[in-house]
């Protein structure tokens, strides 16, 4: 209609209306690229919410399993050991097993559909990658933690405990001393992946860039809060 309008109105010299016409024409564009571009930018922002709540969510059940099934329980069992053994027994050397998986869910993988690129910073990319390679790492350190429990504690736990030490019985065997070393790292890293998690929970979901990574920069950034502070 518009065109149509626009030929009989240079045909007719009506330059006046031309004028309109063409006005029209490059607003109504304008409008409507504007209108797409505000459609987009409304799509990436509610695709950056649902990414940021699941990895949110991921990283805060990393955080609770941690510090109430994994690390504290090893921190506890390790001390009730060592009680024990310094009052003269012979207790079986300490170890830690949990049901399911032995490996953490990598959330990232499970939302590798999305463009991340486009909805987060180089920086923010490269710390998630590194975390949930850590992350990955530190379960299969435990996996070969938990494999020599199987074939030689587990088995062992039903003879004498004398089994588990030297022959004059006043020392853990090496081997099991190793382990509980293992099992002593395995919790100091739980550890630091707890305060990274935090730390990515606070860079993901404030509005600002951050220059430095969560991992180099010692678990904190610029304006985050302390642990166990109200918000």
């Not at 996996?143 to 004059?168: G, M």
């Amino acid at each position: 209609m518009i065109l149509r309008r626009l030929s009989d109105s240079l045909r007719n010299q009506d330059w006046a209306t031309v004028l309109i016409e063409i006005v029209i024409v490059v607003v109504g564009v304008f409008l409507g690229i504007q209108a797409s571009n505000w459609n987009d930018g409304r799509k990436a922002q509610e695709q950056r919410t649902q990414v940021t709540r699941a990895l949110v969510t991921g990283f805060q059940d990393a955080i609770n399993v941690s510090r109430n099934f994994i690390s504290g329980p090893i921190e506890d069992g390790m001390t009730t050991w060592q009680a024990a053994f310094e009052r003269g027994e012979q207790p079986p050397p300490f170890f830690f097993t949990m049901q399911g998986s032995d490996l953490a869910p990598n959330t990232l993988n499970l939302i590798a559909q999305a463009e991340l690129s486009e909805l987060f910073d180089p920086a923010t990319l490269f710390d998630l990658g590194y975390y949930f390679a850590e992350l990955d790492g530190t379960g299969r350190k435990y996996i070969r933690y938990v494999a020599f429990v199987e074939s030689d504690i587990l088995p062992n736990l039903y003879r004498d405990p004398a089994v588990f030490y030297s022959e004059d019985g006043v020392a853990l065997k090496p081997e099991y001393v190793a382990s509980m070393d293992r099992l002593g790292e395995y919790a100091t890293d739980t550890q630091l992946l707890t305060r990274w998690a935090e730390c990515l929970v606070y860079r993901i979901e404030s509005p600002k860039p951050f220059e430095s990574l969560c991992r180099r920069s010692g678990y904190r950034l610029e304006g985050m809060p302390e642990p166990g502070a109200k918000p």
